[in-house]
């Protein structure tokens, strides 16, 4: 995890659970993350192939231009990170452990940031978890989104968070500019995964390419 919210959040999920191995999601006091409410969602993953947004802030919904309450998770996500995704959730409910996403989420016109996703499951007056609390952060510059929102995102890598990881901030330097990642340096984006099989990084550019290749006309899911 990056972001400071990140470990914030999980730290909160972690002493909301009381001895149990997850907390249930009327345990939440929205009083106790304020500070970033406007980024925090509620997913219900009892249908993994359709998760969708129970609740989320308003600072979210304006990132994606809509009223996200009702719709899918995996509608902006493109095709091959939809069906990780899926795969990745369930893991995540039965592990029951905090799930951190990196991805790469791009406007229409291909304006790019890197995000990072927290999950972490909660029951919802049941045994068995079957929903989500999350946030979504941008790591690197929001000024590359020009003001429009999201259109699409890719997913990059994936790394379930375990119970002994240090919640302590780590010291991280500053993100790179997503505008000198086109003007020809080519870092890579390390993947780290808890699945069976990793996929191998992708540069960059690469992804770029695949976001023009979209453009506007991805295909967004009911």
């Known amino acids: 995890m990056k972001h400071r919210n990140?470990?914030?959040l999980v730290g909160y999920w972690s002493r909301l659970r009381r001895g149990r191995a997850v907390p249930d999601q009327t345990d939440i006091d929205p009083r106790a993350i304020k500070r970033m409410l406007s980024y925090v969602f509620i997913l219900d993953a009892k249908d993994i192939e359709r998760?969708?947004?129970r609740l989320a802030g308003t600072s979210l919904c304006e990132r994606f231009g809509t009223e996200l309450k009702?719709?899918?998770f995996l509608s902006h996500w493109e095709g091959q990170s939809r069906t990780a995704l899926s795969g990745i959730l369930k893991q995540a409910l039965a592990a029951r452990q905090p799930l951190c996403l990196s991805s790469i989420a791009a406007t229409a016109d291909c304006g790019m940031v890197e995000c990072e996703t927290i999950l972490a499951p909660v029951t919802?007056?049941?045994n068995e978890p079957t929903r989500f609390i999350g946030m979504v952060q941008i790591l690197t510059d929001a000024n590359a989104l020009c003001g429009k929102p999201i259109a699409f995102e890719r997913l990059v890598g994936s790394q379930m968070v375990r119970e002994d990881e240090p919640l302590s901030i780590p010291d991280f330097p500053p993100p790179a500019s997503l505008?000198?990642?086109r003007g020809g340096l080519r870092?890579?984006?390390r993947l780290v995964v808890s699945q069976t099989q990793p996929q191998p990084a992708q540069p960059v550019e690469h992804i770029a390419r695949l976001?023009?290749?979209?453009g506007s006309g991805i295909a967004v899911e009911a």
């Open 6 to 8: 990140s470990h914030l």
């Open 124 to 126: 919802f007056n049941e």
């Open 211 to 214: 976001l023009d290749v979209f």
């Open 70 to 72: 009702g719709i899918s």
């Open 51 to 53: 998760p969708l947004y």
């Open 179 to 181: 505008d000198s990642l």
């Open 187 to 189: 870092p890579r984006l």
